[in-house]
């Protein structure tokens, strides 16, 4: 059976998110993705949703957009370097190759995402105009269903003799500690000069007393809609992990950083929560 050609929860809400911090946060803005919301396209009252409190959810919507705004920088370093392919795995409703047309016209990419989402997300950009660029590679994968990313990316034109950039954020606390260092290993196979960019949850002691309870909150939330978080990693065990997966070099970079690095000088308070920080593996 393959899935229905509907998109994930997450990946709307976290659509919604990019949006409304271009509408109620004030600038320089982190992230300006309008797009999202075009391809969404929720009810008209979806800024009254108890999820989309602009102020009981600013940390939350200040974490997704420093992440893709980390990725999509660490990206086009990576394109100045002469990568050409990038992979984003767990795709939902990114729209770099939209959004960022002349960073992309230099990049292979590579949109991993179950078969329905995908589906409905192709549709979505044709019936909104922005259409697909020839070097935007829609790759589906039933996962429930046993199939290898890496051999349907591989049949869509990744060329694994050469570098990439591989993106994978808000997936790994969804998968078991042990298909975690799974994909690390495959991913330490990658040609070298490529980089991993990875979110990892962190336990809940190493998660900033202020953040707790939210944390709890949206823990229980995740439980409750069948989709619950199974894997926390200290920053150290997923150090660790990527060593012994293969690559050649592992970095961690904290949730403080980022807020130093997007959100030092603000002057309205916005800030991301604590307890997703990103591993960075090079082989």
Not at 87 to 110: C, M, N
Not at 155 to 176: E, I, K, N
Not at 216 to 233: M, Q, R, W
């Amino acid at each position: 059976m393959t899935s229905r050609a509907t998109p994930d929860s997450t990946a709307v809400r976290v659509a919604l998110w990019r949006a409304l911090h271009l509408e109620v946060d004030t600038p320089p803005h982190v992230l300006c993705d309008p797009i999202g919301l075009e391809l969404a396209a929720p009810d008209a009252d979806w800024r009254q949703r108890p999820d989309m409190d602009p102020k009981q959810t600013s940390s939350h919507r200040a974490a997704i957009v420093a992440r893709a705004r980390f990725v999509e920088d660490l990206v086009t370093a990576a394109a100045e370097w002469g990568v050409e392919q990038y992979v984003i795995l767990g795709a939902g409703l990114d729209t770099y190759a939209q959004r960022r047309p002349e960073s992309a016209a230099r990049l292979r990419v590579f949109e991993v995402d179950k078969p329905g989402a995908q589906e409905w997300k192709r549709r979505r950009l044709a019936e909104t105009g922005h259409g697909t660029s020839g070097e935007l590679r829609f790759v589906p994968v039933d996962f429930e269903a046993g199939e290898s990313w890496w051999q349907k990316v591989s049949a869509a034109g990744f060329d694994a003799q050469r570098p990439a950039v591989v993106a994978s954020t808000g997936v790994s606390m969804y998968l078991s500690k042990e298909a975690n260092m799974a994909a690390l290993r495959s991913l330490a196979a990658l040609a070298p000069g490529s980089t991993l960019a990875m979110t990892f949850q962190l336990p809940q002691e190493l998660v900033d007393a202020q953040d707790r309870p939210a944390r709890e909150a949206a823990l229980n939330g995740a439980s409750a809609s069948g989709t619950p978080f199974i894997s926390f990693f200290a920053p150290a065990e997923m150090l660790e992990m990527a060593c012994q997966a293969g690559f050649a070099e592992a970095e961690h970079v904290s949730g403080a950083e980022l807020n130093e690095r997007y959100f030092a000088d603000r002057t309205d308070g916005l800030r991301m929560s604590s307890g997703e920080d990103f591993l960075i593996a090079t082989t």
